[in-house]
């Protein structure tokens, strides 16, 4: 135990709660850590609960009773998501992101961990209030944003795999039709990397038709698993309606249709930033 | 501009400090958004660093003069890290973790990205002070590793591929010799992921006789690129010294040689912990 000044306190409990996300904390624990009375942490907490709300950084919920304390919520302001997701529209609408093929070079972006960080709060903001246990996603390109979802979420990450890896035991494998190349393609999954009847968010980095995550919900069946969630940081929208194969997700970027001659195309906000989208309940 | 009362701004500056690790911050920056005197930014700063020193979270650098400001560097205690890694070995010796072949389940590890936060934390910690441009890793596994520790140190992800992937634009491929089982792989990078001359942090979940991480070195060269150091949270003693192929590593863990037959292995701390080696300045 250690007694330290409310402002010194302050300091700490902030650097706690921001590295324990989603974690109910007993107003005890904080009592005991600081030789403080309660009444004193609550009052710290009030003063972290004002900031983290008028900045849209996050909520910090009291439950009362014994088994009672603090949690700490990250969240992003809709305001402020909004604002980055712009930045990066523009940024992706740079022609030289343009590969042969109607391919397109999103590794940079990706590569930021502080950036996917920003990105798994927002994730995390929309699906704070859903019943998680886990977030899924296949490798390669949307692990670090499950990683950074899972993250503010206090949640374990799902890794589903491309090719039977020996290292992980035995295994279920399902074959999925990807619905804009038409194509067959494997992924699989190792039998205790996921618990049965889980509430699996799955997100990834870029959906067409959506065949790859349907993939993924196919593969949740075998685990009687249920989808709470689906989150893609780019949907396209060259794909028709009767093309698309999933219609409930959450995007935050849309690319339209790319002229592969002229490389003309537009990145725009996606559906999270659409009407009344829900979007946590903070607003800055 | 907001006016705020010190224990609001210490509340957001911790905030602040945390979401920007590794970055200068300008003295004026916090004196406009809070409306404060320089002096009383001064002193708030004086005691975040308090703080952030005697947890051992982190260091608060103050740079004087025209182009200064302050930089938080992200830190974790030797002692705090010893107490981390030693839980950790203890769960990893664990019979079930064995697997047909002698292989070795770590997925559930992986896919904690609390935890892969705290390894990302000591690895930030030991290279805090060398100069990186980047995070280098091969795909899968070490990827949570790589993305927690270039958070921590404000750089970006550069992630080989063990295939060449069309939406990557023209690549560099080499073969190289797993050094445990004597076979031949393939790993490529895409030209523009690495740019020429970059001094680079390789990092892995795993490392027996060296290969993996010795063919990323391999195609560094190729970059005209530098390793700036090599940090593996798991490392073999199953390999005698003529077969490993790298010398100048950092390991937070160690597994003894696994008994195939009665299931038996030790698992300890790495060379991280042994005698005088380097871990950052900071000690709680």
């Known amino acids: 135990m250690k007694k330290l000044k409310r402002s010194a306190r302050l300091v700490e409990m902030t650097q706690y709660l921001m590295s324990n996300p989603h974690t109910l904390i007993p107003l005890t624990t904080f009592a005991e850590r600081y030789g403080a009375a309660k009444s004193s942490i609550s009052e710290d907490l009030g003063i972290i609960k004002e900031v983290c709300e008028s900045e849209g950084t996050g909520e910090l919920l009291t439950l009362a009773g014994a088994a009672g304390g603090v949690k700490f919520i990250?969240?992003?302001?809709?305001?402020?998501?909004?604002?980055?997701?712009?930045?990066?529209?523009?940024?992706l609408q740079q022609p030289?992101?343009?590969l042969p093929g109607g391919y397109y070079y999103l590794t940079d972006i990706l590569g930021q961990p502080g950036l996917m960080n920003e990105i798994g709060r927002m994730f995390a903001s929309v699906f704070a209030d859903h019943e998680i246990d886990c977030v899924m996603t296949v490798e390669t390109k949307g692990i670090p944003i499950a990683y950074a979802t899972a993250a503010h979420l206090n949640l374990p990450v799902v890794l589903v795999?491309?090719?039977?890896?020996?290292?992980e035991g035995s295994a279920v494998s399902i074959n999925?039709?990807?619905?804009?190349?038409?194509s067959i393609h494997t992924m699989t999954l190792a039998r205790r990397a996921l618990k049965e009847r889980s509430r699996v968010l799955v997100v990834d980095d870029f959906m067409r038709a959506g065949g790859t995550i349907n993939g993924m919900i196919e593969l949740l069946k075998e685990f009687n698993a249920t989808v709470a969630g689906v989150g893609v940081l780019v949907e396209s929208k060259d794909v028709t309606n009767d093309e698309r194969l999933l219609h409930d997700y959450v995007s935050l970027m849309r690319v339209g249709t790319i002229d592969t001659r002229t490389r003309q195309?537009?990145?725009?906000?996606?559906n999270l930033f659409d009407k009344n989208m829900e979007f946590g309940t903070?607003?800055?």
């Open 74 to 91: 990250p969240k992003c302001s809709k305001e402020r998501a909004l604002e980055l997701i712009e930045e990066l529209c523009n940024e």
């Open 96 to 98: 030289d992101r343009m």
């Open 161 to 167: 795999r491309r090719d039977h890896v020996v290292t």
């Open 176 to 182: 999925y039709v990807s619905g804009s190349q038409k």
């Open 265 to 270: 195309m537009s990145v725009k906000p996606g």
């Open 282 to 284: 903070e607003e800055a």
